[in-house]
């Protein structure tokens, strides 16, 4: 069952949590994020775009042909591909890809901080399995908490319990979905925003600006 979403069917998705070699191949561990993974099946590797096949699936300890949506995978042996782009954090899917980038608009919301989130920060993000330094690049909008609508443009600097959009960029590309895109379950457009040891932010990468709310 390779699960129903708003696309049809939803394509298999899953970021790496571990990595290591053997004489023949290359394993990883990850959690099915979507969709069912099958032995014999080709994947792509993001965000190097590389394709692997899947040559045996280990589960809870025993083999397995398939794992299905939120299946924990001890042992994933790949064939055909190189370890370097079999990294932690890296992302492997089946046609449709999830989008690649480095720079995205993010809706969050602020938590508890000591100093305002402003443009310029440096944080530590948070992305499914994948961590990365990346810097808050533009402070886009103010958001209503409780309807999400956009209350004001280019806001100075975000306080404890602010709504908002940030264009946010990584030192590194990753591989993402955007919240609510048809088949997607969500896991791939989830980030946390981390700064000076403390989390200050999370939210979901979106597509465009909210709508204004009426004035």
């Given at each position: 069952n390779s699960g129903e979403g708003g696309g049809g069917v939803v394509p298999f998705r899953a970021s790496v949590s571990d990595t290591w070699s053997t004489s023949s191949s290359v394993c990883v561990s990850l959690k099915v994020n979507s969709g069912t993974l099958?032995?014999?099946?080709k994947v792509k590797v993001l965000p190097a775009k590389e394709e692997a096949v899947v040559k045996s699936i280990e589960s809870r300890g025993r083999p397995v042909k398939e794992a299905p949506t939120g299946t924990f995978v001890d042992s994933l042996q790949l064939a055909g591909v190189e370890k370097q782009v079999l990294?932690?954090?890296a992302v492997l899917s089946e046609e449709p890809l999830p989008q690649i980038g480095d720079t995205f608009l993010v809706q969050l919301r602020v938590f508890?901080?000591?100093?305002p989130i402003v443009q310029g920060l440096q944080v530590l993000v948070h992305a499914h399995t994948c961590t990365e330094s990346g810097t808050v690049m533009r402070l886009e909008a103010q958001l209503s908490p409780s309807t999400g609508l956009r209350l004001a443009r280019k806001p100075r600097a975000l306080t404890k319990g602010m709504v908002a959009v940030i264009t946010l960029k990584t030192a590194r590309a990753l591989?993402?979905?955007l919240k609510g895109a048809p088949g997607?379950?969500?896991a791939?457009?989830?980030v946390i925003l981390r700064h000076a040891g403390s989390t200050v932010a999370a939210g979901v990468i979106i597509g465009s600006l909210p709508p204004l709310a009426p004035t």
């Open positions: 099958r032995v014999g099946a990294h932690v954090g508890d901080v000591t100093m591989a993402y979905e997607s379950l969500g791939l457009s989830r």
